[in-house]
Nanobody, 124 residues
Framework: QVQLVESGGGLVQAGDSLRLSCAAS????????ISWFRQAPGKEREFVAG????????DYNDSVKGRFTISRDSAKATVYLEMASLEPEDTAVYHC?????????????????WGQGTQVTVSS
């Protein structure tokens, strides 16, 4: 059974950095895309960043380009989201998601597996 488990969230101040982890298990993900989404209170879940497991190529939401970096450690079957220069607008529950294939879709529908999420709160 596929399982995605996020960790690393917390309460930080504006300008701080944080690293989220998404530990994947239950199958090999060499032919998958792993993406991070976030959902703020009262808002729809939005795409943050995605990575193709096989090649390591990435894609980002324009709002986080230059501040966030997605990466993966194949040996640990873990995907990371390094977040820098955090802003109060980054406050949300962050979820990782997986889908079979090579297209990084910036929408929730194509993703088959989801983690429970980790809360990130950025104070001003």
């Amino acid at each position: 059974q596929v399982q995605l488990v996020e960790s690393g969230g917390g309460l930080v101040q504006a300008g701080d950095s944080l690293r989220l982890s998404c530990a994947a298990s239950g199958r090999t993900f060499s032919s998958h895309v792993i993406s991070w989404f976030r959902q703020a209170p009262g808002k729809e879940r939005e795409f943050v960043a995605g990575i193709r497991w096989s090649t390591g190529s990435t894609d980002y939401n324009d709002s986080v380009k230059g501040r966030f970096t997605i990466s993966r450690d194949s040996a640990k079957a873990t995907v990371y989201l390094e977040m820098a220069s955090l802003e109060p607008e980054d406050t949300a529950v962050y979820h990782c998601a997986a889908r079979f294939g090579s297209t990084i879709y910036p929408a929730t529908g194509p993703y088959d597996y989801w983690g429970q999420g980790t809360q990130v709160t950025v104070s001003s």
